[in-house]
């Protein structure tokens, strides 16, 4: 049975390989369509007379090559040609001024004639006009004349799948439907007998779910899958060993299109606001400071401050993260020598080995502390080996003995921070479906509106807390990417340019750490047609932002392009992913410049390059750099000639 059904597989599929139609029998399905869809009647005029013209070729439904021409099935070609030059003078334009369709008739007639005048197309034809033309032309005839476009392929998949989602829905339903009716009967057949007449209280059973008994290797019988229910008067209840789970059809879930894959993905919201955690950073008092979106202006809202003071030191670990701890002091601290150097394990942040982990915290900068508030502050400290040399990952020592030299110059940074919000499995962007991608680039930067921003309110609790912190934030934007964005620090004189960064860094952690969301820094967190992350770094003089500026401005990107290589070497890990010459980035083996060039290295703004004074962009830098190394070489590059 087996073998001729499978026999009659191939035969089908030979039948529809190599029963193909044409391309000759597609030009013969549409004449024929288009003679049966054609009028029978047409007029025609001569000199103010109108005579009625009746084609015995243009019948219609049933017309055929044969009889459009007049001739016999047999006809020879003699006669065929015979009987072309008489339709043709009938029905020529010339002799038929006016007549609609005229043009169309005309050239039809030709092609029949034509088609019968070659063997092989008469050949070909008469089959069709012995058997008939089929009503299933092949996929081939429909796709050459219809020709849909990517938007109707995609709608007629997205309906095919859905469509058939829902019929396993149906199936699955009626199935799961029947396997509970049957167990509910089973149930009640155990506990009351073959009478099935209720009884009183509960009794347990054991039931079957299916599968019959079997004969094992030792030859016993073991009856299928048995789990242990409860009947209670009309109710039956499935037992785990801890509850009883009613058991009827309604627990059942019906099929429904709403729960089609793709209806789900457009009526689903892929986040919610977390009002309840954005509404203390809201309360947060901004000093002097506002945020500015639009024309609307936050209003100045006031925080009650405690008078215990808890300061929380932060520092970058051996892998360039940060980490926190925190004491407690007994009073205010107004200058940051009231601090006192503080320790940790090394050994455990990649800083320093077991047998001499000691590592120590030199505090450096502070700022407000937004999550406890009061007088309670996050302390930005340096770390230091047991024998007093700066940590390996300690480069604001260096950072600062550059600014120090450079102090007369007056630099000045702002840097661009962007970054990638993903879900807490750190492998889906934060509101993207789950195995899947929203629609391409293009109307998520600084874009509003469901659909087109992730996570709005993580990022004005961020904003809000650099605002109360100190963090000279200037603003923030969503990015190219959706999940992407970016908030800029500055601008910031020498070291507090790196400090004022990491400061803001870590308040988004530790903000997303509340959202359930993390935060990747990495310059391409994705593969693909995605924008990746930098960190473009803003950078002048106290030279380069007066009159005339624009040739210190020259002379600092001539001494740029010198050391493009020592640049690169510090501007982030990774950082090949993202400079490729493609999604507004030069590619990393070169050094460009240019005015309002975002594909080049350096960048100088138009309005710059017009007023002739102000600063340059370096979009080199990753979004994974470390400030302080960064902000150090620039300075060095430029304002040290080093």
């Known amino acids: 049975m087996r073998f001729l059904l499978f026999v009659a597989l191939l035969a089908a599929l030979a039948t529809a390989v190599f029963a193909h139609p044409s391309q000759e029998d597609h030009e013969i399905f549409d004449i024929v369509s288009a003679l049966e ?69 005309f050239a039809r007639l030709g092609i029949i004639t034509n088609i019968l005048r070659s063997p092989e197309g008469r050949k070909r034809y008469d089959f069709f006009y012995k058997n008939g033309v089929p009503k299933w032309r092949g996929t081939g005839y429909y796709y050459s004349r219809f020709r849909p476009g990517l938007v109707t392929v995609l709608v007629f998949l997205v309906i095919l799948t859905s469509g058939l989602q829902y019929l396993a829905q149906k199936v699955n339903y009626r199935r799961d439907l029947e396997k509970v009716r049957q167990t509910i009967h089973a149930a009640k057949l155990a506990a009351w007998g073959p009478k099935m007449v209720p009884l009183e209280g509960r009794r347990k059973v054991k039931t079957s779910l299916g599968g019959g008994p079997r004969i094992d290797e030792e030859g016993n019988v073991v009856p299928g899958k048995m789990v242990d229910m409860v009947v209670d008067g009309n109710g039956v209840y499935l037992c785990d060993g801890v509850e009883a789970h009613l058991l009827d059809e309604s627990s059942m879930t019906p099929p429904a299109i709403s729960r089609t894959w793709f209806v789900s993905l457009m009526s689903s919201s892929p986040f919610t606001y977390r009002n309840d955690l954005l509404a203390p950073y809201l309360a947060l008092p901004q000093g002097e400071k506002v945020q500015a979106e639009c024309m609307f202006l936050i209003p100045f809202i006031s925080l009650t401050h405690s008078l215990t003071q808890i300061p929380l030191d932060v520092w970058i670990d051996g892998d360039g993260g940060l980490r926190s701890k925190t004491t407690t002091v007994t009073k205010k601290v107004t200058d940051i020598g009231q601090l006192r150097v503080w320790d940790f394990d090394g050994s455990s942040t990649n800083q320093a080995p077991g047998s001499d982990s000691d590592v120590y915290l030199r505090p450096a900068a502070t700022f407000k502390d937004p999550f406890r508030g009061g007088d309670n502050i996050l302390v930005l400290a340096e770390t230091y080996n047991s024998d007093g040399t700066p940590n390996r990952t300690n480069h604001r020592h260096h950072a ?194 240019g005015v309002a060039n975002r594909g080049a290295s350096i960048r100088i703004p138009r309005h710059v390059a017009a007023q002739g004074y102000g600063y340059m962009e370096d979009r080199r830098p990753a979004s994974n750099i470390d400030p302080y190394r960064v902000t150090s070489i620039v300075v060095e590059t430029t304002c040290l000639d080093k």
């Open 400 to 593: 600062a003995k550059v600014m120090e030299l450079a102090k007369d110059v007056k630099p000045w940074f702002g840097i661009e921070q962007e970054y990638t919000l993903f879900d807490a499995d750190g492998s889906t962007p934060f509101g993207w479906p789950k195995g899947g991608f929203p629609g391409a680039q293009g109307p998520y930067y600084c874009g509003a509106g469901t659909g087109k921003v992730f996570a709005r309110d993580l990022i004005e609790a961020h904003y809000r807390a650099c605002l109360y912190a100190g963090v000279d934030i200037s603003g923030i934007n969503a990015e190219v990417m959706p999940a992407q964005w970016e908030f800029q620090v500055g601008p910031c004189e020498g070291i507090a340019m790196g400090d004022h960064l990491w400061m803001a860094r870590y308040l988004l952690v530790r903000i997303a750490e509340q959202w359930g969301v993390k935060v990747s820094f990495h310059p391409k967190p994705l593969e693909g047609d995605w924008n990746g992350a930098g960190c473009h770094t803003n950078f002048s003089t106290l030279a380069m932002r007066e009159p005339g500026g624009m040739k210190h401005i020259e002379e600092a990107v001539e001494k740029l392009s010198k050391r493009h290589d020592e640049h690169i070497a510090v501007y982030g890990e990774d950082n090949e992913l993202r400079l490729t010459g493609r999604h507004e980035t030069g590619h990393i083996g070169a050094f460009s410049s």
């Open 37 to 105: 869809a054609s009028e029978g009647v047409f007029m025609m005029s001569d000199t103010c007379l109108e005579v009625e013209i009746r084609l015995l070729c243009c019948a219609g439904k049933g017309t055929t090559f044969y009889s459009l021409l007049d001739v016999s099935p047999t006809a020879t070609l003699a006669e065929l040609n015979k009987a072309y030059r008489k339709k043709s003078i009938q029905l020529h334009p010339d002799k038929n001024p006016g007549v609609k369709g005229i043009q169309e008739r």
